[in-house]
């Protein structure tokens, strides 16, 4: 079990108010991403879980049981930091083994828990070697495996990848949700990165200030933003947002057009505009385009389609993909 309910719990710093009054449900078995900007209150928001913050007011609970008040090694969780935080004079083995070891563990059941985490985290040939002879993604396998053999009802991670290459981090993101599957266990993942967070949540809560802005599946985000930041936010490139004339057209204040719901052509269309950086990456070209009366605008072709810098292209949005917000920011049904 790891079911894991927070509810209207704040946490302030001295008159800062970091986390308002906030409630929020993961289901045992749920990836939840927690994901926001710089200062959004994520990492603190895991900190409170974990227990390593104290909550100002409010309840958690962990499994229906109220933790509020428990010790972090009361709470049955683990906890993946950014920084692998391993014994550079230990090896593999000894590193994953330590909090076992520490618990007072039989070696036979420390040795079966360590073997069954080296083989499913792909370090079985690593396994006498020393931290400073692996490379980053290897040690955070060993930082993830030393949690894995605690048997957590979950496992919290804080930013585990971006001390990593891009390269890496795409395996590590792989191996991470492969890893979920495997356990099916309770994982609550922090990051900046909204990549990460629609490619490897199965619920993401995006959080702005402090303040959940909305909780759903990436599709549910990507499809129907609750308002203009979640819409800003959430894909890569990011939506595109248009005020004035053009959104007063659709009954709107702000009118939201993703890259990919346009249709591109060097003869006619709903918006003219110059291109100035065009981006090939094979599959894809994304243009930049001047669109006068509306300034720039992010736009996704296929990768052979035409255009450098200076031509003209007409974009017409796709009416039916066409998000519309009022003066507050917040979806038009």
């Not at 052979?304 to 998000?323: C, K, M, N, Q, S």
Request: aromatic share 6%.
């Amino acid at each position: 079990m790891g079911s894991i309910t927070l509810k209207q719990v704040v946490k302030r710093f001295d008159e800062t108010v970091v986390i308002p009054p906030l409630d929020l449900t993961i289901e045992d078995g749920e990836f939840v991403v927690f994901v926001g900007p710089s200062g959004c209150g994520k990492s603190t928001l895991l900190r409170l879980i974990a227990g390593l913050e104290d909550v100002t007011e409010g309840v958690i609970e962990i499994d229906g049981v109220n933790a509020t008040d428990l010790p972090p090694a009361k709470r049955g969780l683990a906890m993946v930091f950014q920084s692998y935080a391993l014994y550079p004079h230990m090896s593999v083995r000894k590193n994953i083994a330590f909090p076992l070891k520490m618990a007072g563990m039989d070696q036979a059941a420390i040795d079966a828990k360590v073997n069954y985490a080296a083989s499913t985290l792909n370090l079985a040939d690593y396994i006498d070697r020393r931290p400073g002879q692996l490379s980053g993604g290897q040690r955070q396998r060993v930082a993830i495996g030393r949690a894995i053999v605690r048997e957590p009802s979950a496992f919290l991670f804080d930013e585990p990848l971006s001390n990593l290459d891009a390269a890496l981090r795409g395996n590590m993101r792989l191996e991470i949700t492969e890893l979920h599957q495997t356990l099916a266990t309770t994982m609550v993942y922090v990051t900046h990165d909204q990549v990460e967070a629609m490619t490897m949540a199965d619920k993401i809560v995006v959080l702005r200030a402090g303040y959940i802005e909305q909780v759903g599946s990436p599709l549910d985000l990507y499809r129907e933003p609750a308002n203009v930041f979640v819409a800003g936010f959430i894909g890569s490139p990011a939506m595109n947002l248009i005020t004035g004339k053009n959104a007063e057209d659709h009954g709107a204040t702000t009118i939201g057009v993703r890259p990919e719901h346009f249709s591109l052509s060097h003869e006619s269309g709903q918006w003219s505009g110059v291109v100035g950086v065009s981006e090939h990456l094979g599959s894809d070209t994304f243009l930049r385009v001047n669109v006068e009366g509306i300034g720039y605008l992010t736009a996704r072709a296929d990768g052979e389609f035409p255009a450098r810098h200076g031509d003209t292209v007409y974009l017409t949005p796709d009416p039916e993909r066409i998000h519309r917000f009022d003066e507050a920011g917040l979806r038009i049904r």
